[in-house]
């Protein structure tokens, strides 16, 4: 069986610079099997060849090397070979890395089982928001009523997006994360807050049409080097499939930092700082926009955006965020 195999290695294609060479071997009947085979280390040698196949090597920028396996109807004993060793392959290659960057928890850095989570401490450190909650804020409510629910603070001051929410609110954990995210460039923990999205903005992901992050000014983002609702915002298109326009929404002017204003000054720091380039209009207009944004703090932000995307047209706007103050006391973003 092993000598079938040698003598009929299949064929490798070379993609070079955007061509395609196809490179056989002999035919069988030209080369003898004794010139193939010298003793058991020749076998050795070829069943390691099986079991690279598949296998895409970089070999420049502009260069790879694919090597097609050989069909497993005709060769079933190939087969046979070469999937436990490439399991076998992939198991240690997993125990190297493992052991070069271990798993350690995303917030507190405690060693974990797995990478992007989190240790038993820290998942109880964070508060999650679900129903029942207030419609239009996304602010946790005590008791269900069994009907959309408006809390007092929306029904006093309503919003001029339709529905905002949140994965948790803005304290314990989820405040470390969100702060080591912005902040200290830990884009690691990226996976797992568009996972944490995903989970908390079903309902309204499932009604938008697009998604459009909360943008940076240029300044900001000079100094930052990345927008962090923008990252937010292609984590969770990549799971979900809601198409996103990252540049759909501008600043048109810096604004003071948010961190210890009060109410009414984040809305006037942030009144007609947004607008909808005319190239990205169309992209908006007549659709329901879901916007992305870190922390949801006054909804002073997200009124401002949403008012710009409203005057390009949009249907309707709603606000999914990571963090949600409720505390006048964790007004600290």
Known sequence: ALGEILRDPGEQEVVRAGSIRVARPPHRDQVPVERLVVGHTASLVWVAVLACSRAIVETSHNERVIARPMSIAKRPIAARVMSPIRSGLARILGHVLDFVMPAVCLA????????????????RQIDFISQPLCDRLGLPMPYAT???????AAAAAPPRYARARAVARYDGTMARL????????????????????????GELIADADVMVPVPLARSRLFHRRFNQSAVLGKELSARCGL???????????????????????RQENV????????????????????LIDDVITTGATANAATEALMEAGARAVDVLALGLVTSPTHMTM
């Open 271 to 290: 009144r007609a700082a947004f607008a909808v380039p005319a190239r990205a209009r169309a992209l908006i207009d007549g659709r329901r926009v879901l």
């Open 146 to 152: 069994g009907d959309i629910m408006i809390s007092a």
């Open 178 to 201: 969100i702060k080591g995210f912005k902040f200290d460039d830990r884009l690691e923990a990226r996976s797992l807050l568009g996972t944490l999205l995903l989970q908390a903005g």
């Open 243 to 265: 198409p996103f326009a990252p540049l759909a929404l501008v600043r048109t002017r810096a604004t003071r930092s948010q961190v210890g204003l009060s109410n009414q000054q």
């Open 108 to 123: 507190c850095r405690e060693p974990v089982a797995s990478h992007d989570s989190l240790c038993p401490d820290c998942w």
